[in-house]
């Protein structure tokens, strides 16, 4: 499927990825949501609520916006419209600083929007640093 | 939920990773399928068509019989009943080596055997050494 000159649908997926590590790290909650689908779920971590539609993924993520923070990616795989990928996450809010690594799972529609996220990650993962 | 002397749903779930992939590394196709509920399904890769049931799940692990392998876990997550892991799986067959880092979403009953399996690697993913 790979031609010359155009970018595949794994391609657009894998800068999804990326952009939404870079708004993790720096960007607004709208921020982030903006990658999202209108009305895609998110799941943070796997087995709380899941959140629908972008207004109420945008809230999520504006929990982030008081703190100082990092992101790396580890490892992603894509398959079909699919990614999994291990990430660091590094915050600091009022001189405390935390970091964990999940694993998310999205689902991407074919403009490469995000329709799907689930965390998997435990508290006891999070360590303070 | 955590009490002294006890083993938590969370650590028998560990547990079985831990199993899973020393059996990918070392058993049979049913020695694998053992780990598995017996109306289990598995999906390898992500978006293939899925196979239901212990005995298509042994037929599934059944064509590793003929290679040496071996396996390394990269990163596990473990989240209510479900788990995501990141691992190195290294297979040789006919002096040919293969080395893949898929990472892996399961679902698993009371008694911690996996109730689904999904693995996100791609082909492209695969390294021949």
Redesign the interface.
Known sequence: MTTSGTVTH?ERIRATVVEYLAAVADGSGADIAALYAEDATLED???SAPRTGRAAIAEFYRALEGSRRATEL??L??????????FRVVTETGGRVHEV???D?MTFDDQARITSMRA???PS?MRQR
């Open positions: 794994a971590p796997v087995g580890l490892a795989r894509v398959t079909g419209s699919c990614a999994a990928f291990h690594e999940p694993i799972v998997y990650w435990a993962d």
